[in-house]
């Protein structure tokens, strides 16, 4: 078991982690008012379209650049998410304003069946989309089956590659961790959280460490998990609750993702919401979420936060995304290009949508 304090939670050398609470700074501590923050305007606002008759759910979206061109994945399916038949749409643009039509990346072959977009992922100078392989209705449950599939982009189209790994979705593709490895999280069909380390090998070679289990002691509902690196060497991972607390959950990991400290329950407000986060080129880092935990519709705002450390959170302002103020806006996934955060999101769970911010206008806003 890791103990100990820091007043960070951050760990100095010699020293393991404290159970702390703190992620958001002191002015933060008290109730957020949500209509005093920072408004932070985007620089462009694109609508990823897709006209099919029947089909209209669209959400899980990935952006990258790679190959001098933007993409983007996404889930595409019927009216409602994880139901038997849910496809694997993706599009390219060389300016990220003009969008190719979007085509199939995968659709499943077997009766009952139904994919779920995961990432794209460079591994060994290949370009792979990762694609969660599912029975439906519904990815998770007693008796389901569920795997990680890999397509390879290979003579300008999609090609299945075979199985990462049995009993899988993933939440983000895989990163590097300090000591080389690449990890990833893993739930199962039980909603159980792991870390899968591996890959140096090939593309099927993990090993699957506990994080935390779905029936836990905290009496919380794990999902969803974000992880990234820390200045001091180690890593954080963040957790969506779905038992209704609506804050985030947080973890460490002092050996490269081999062994967790038990989850605590952060003063970091989220709307019972994907989130994603990313270090920028000058250093500091970005979180984007639904923070606003307060709203009727919980999914009605989008926020960015930062952090210098990549622990400890100092400022919060809102994404002004264009919204008859009705819209769900949620799942944003993001990358930085040439000092500019691209964000792709879901807007009512029908629609993919990409906005561009510059990074000055985040400093500006936050004094950086």
């Known amino acids: 078991m890791i103990t100990g304090k820091n007043k960070t939670g951050c760990r100095k050398p010699g020293i393991v982690y404290h159970r702390t609470m703190l992620m958001l700074d002191g002015k933060y501590t008290k109730k957020i008012d949500y209509d ?12 990823l379209n897709n006209e099919h008759p029947e089909w209209k759910f669209q959400l899980h979206n990935y952006l990258l650049y790679y190959d001098n061109r933007f993409w983007c994945m996404w889930s595409f399916g019927p009216e409602e998410e994880a139901l038997v038949g849910q496809s694997i749409l993706f599009s390219t643009s060389r300016d990220a304003i003009n969008w190719e039509k979007p085509e199939i990346l995968a659709q499943p072959q077997d009766k009952g069946f139904g ?6 992922w460079i591994y060994d100078n290949k370009l792979f989309a990762l694609a969660a392989y599912f029975t439906g209705p519904g990815a998770f449950g007693k008796g389901k089956k569920l795997s990680l599939h890999a397509y390879q982009w290979k003579n300008k189209r999609w090609q299945f590659y075979g199985k990462v790994f049995d009993d899988t979705i ?44 779905q029936k836990n002691r905290l009496n919380f509902l794990p999902d969803e998990p974000f992880w990234w690196k820390i200045d001091d060497g180690n890593i954080v991972m963040f957790l969506r609750d779905n038992s209704g607390k609506r804050k985030i959950f947080r973890c460490f990991s002092t050996d490269n993702g ?18 994603f986060g990313l270090k920028t080129s000058r250093k500091y880092r970005v979180f984007i979420s639904n923070a606003n935990r307060y709203m009727n519709v919980l999914r009605k705002q989008m926020h960015l936060s930062i952090s210098m450390d990549g622990n400890i959170f100092t400022g919060i302002a809102r994404i ?29 769970k029908k629609d993919i949508e990409l906005i561009t911010v510059p990074l000055e206008r985040i400093e500006k806003i936050f004094n950086l």
Request: charged letters at 20%; hydrophobic letters at 35%; aromatic letters at 14%.
């Open 36 to 47: 005093k923050l920072p408004i932070l305007k985007p620089s462009r606002h694109i609508v």
């Open 115 to 120: 994919y779920i977009a995961r990432g794209f």
């Open 170 to 213: 993933n939440n983000f593709p895989p990163d590097i961790l300090y000591n080389g490895k690449w990890m990833m999280t893993r739930r199962d069909v039980l909603m159980n959280v792991y870390a899968l380390i591996g890959g140096e090998n090939s593309f099927n070679e993990w090993k699957s460490y506990p994080v935390v289990k």
């Open 258 to 275: 081999k062994t967790w400290t038990h989850p605590v329950k952060t003063n970091f407000p989220n709307a019972t919401s994907k989130f």
């Open 320 to 348: 002004d995304i264009p919204s008859d103020g009705r819209a769900t806006l949620q799942y944003p996934h993001a990358i930085e290009y040439k000092e500019d955060l691209f964000i792709a999101f879901s807007r009512n």
